[in-house]
Nanobody, 129 residues
Framework: EVQLVESGGGLVQPGGSLRLSCSTS?????????????MAWFRQAPGKEREGVAA????????SYAGFVKGRFTISQDNAKNTLYLQMNSLKPEDTGMYYC?????????????????WGQGTQVTVSS
């Protein structure tokens, strides 16, 4: 069974930082390895649609970012640990939401949630003073 488990969320003041992690397991059930995957972070605020935050091609290391996080968030990975990260700096109240990790093997539009099959349960990020 493929499992994606997010961690690292919490309550932070505006201007603060958080580092999210997404540990993966069971990808071999798909016939693929972590390095074959496209990985991404999405977020969803109450009453809003899920939106793409950042994505990475695990093999090539190429990244994509939503415009609203460029320069503030950095997606990275540790292929040896099959783990994805999201470093979030200069956090704003509008960054509040549930953050999800997603994975799939074939992705044409990395920041579209419809492209991904495998999802974690999410970790809550709240930015508030």
């Amino acid at each position: 069974e493929v499992q994606l488990v997010e961690s690292g969320g919490g309550l932070v003041q505006p201007g603060g930082s958080l580092r999210l992690s997404c540990s993966t397991s069971g990808l071999s059930y798909t016939g693929f390895t972590y390095s074959d995957m496209h990985m991404a972070w999405f977020r969803q605020a109450p009453g809003k649609e899920r939106e793409g935050v950042a994505a990475i091609n695990a093999a090539a290391g190429t990244t994509s970012y939503a415009g609203f996080v460029k320069g503030r968030f950095t997606i990275s990975q540790d292929n040896a640990k099959n783990t994805l990260y999201l470093q979030m700096n200069s956090l704003k109240p509008e960054d509040t939401g549930m953050y999800y990790c997603a994975a799939d093997t074939t992705v044409s539009y990395p920041l579209r949630h419809q492209q991904y099959t495998y999802w974690g349960q999410g970790t809550q990020v709240t930015v508030s003073s």
